[in-house]
Nanobody, 117 residues
Framework: QVQLVESGGGLVQTGGSLRLSCAASGRTSSSYRMAWFRQAPGKERLFVASITSGGITTYADSVKGRFTISRDNAKNTIYLQMNSLKPEDTAPYYC???????????WGQGTQVTVSS
C-alpha cells in the first residue's frame, strides 16, 4: 500500500501562486508515475499534470505554461507549482500514484485550492 498526503492548498487572488506538495509513504517507489488531478464541484475529476520516474512531464492544455510539476525521489514527494492562477482553477486537487496502464492505483485525500476574482 502507498499513502499519499497533499498539502499547500489555500485561498489566493487571481494572478497569484501556490505550491502543492504530495508526500508518499508506505510501499513507495521512485519508479511510479505520479500525477495531479482536480475536481470542481459537480464535475468529473480531471487530469492536471503527470511526471514519470525519469522526469518526463505531461500537462493538461488548460494549465500549460502556468503550472509546473516536479518530483524529489529522495523525499518521495511531488510538487505542483501553480502560477497565474484563475478562478476556474478553483477545486480540490488530488495526488495520484502508480499508473498501471488504465488508471492510478493510489490517491490522496485532496487539498483545496480557491482562487478569488
Amino acid at each position: 500500500q502507498v499513502q499519499l498526503v497533499e498539502s499547500g492548498g489555500g485561498l489566493v487572488q487571481t494572478g497569484g501562486s501556490l505550491r502543492l506538495s504530495c508526500a508518499a509513504s508506505g510501499r513507495t517507489s521512485s519508479s511510479y508515475r505520479m500525477a495531479w488531478f482536480r475536481q470542481a464541484p459537480g464535475k468529473e475529476r480531471l487530469f492536471v499534470a503527470s511526471i514519470t520516474s525519469g522526469g518526463i512531464t505531461t500537462y493538461a492544455d488548460s494549465v500549460k505554461g502556468r503550472f509546473t510539476i516536479s518530483r524529489d525521489n529522495a523525499k518521495n514527494t511531488i510538487y505542483l507549482q501553480m502560477n497565474s492562477l484563475k478562478p476556474e482553477d478553483t477545486a480540490p486537487y488530488y495526488c495520484a500514484a502508480h499508473w498501471d496502464g488504465r488508471s492510478y492505483n493510489y490517491w490522496g485525500q485532496g487539498t483545496q485550492v480557491t482562487v478569488s476574482s
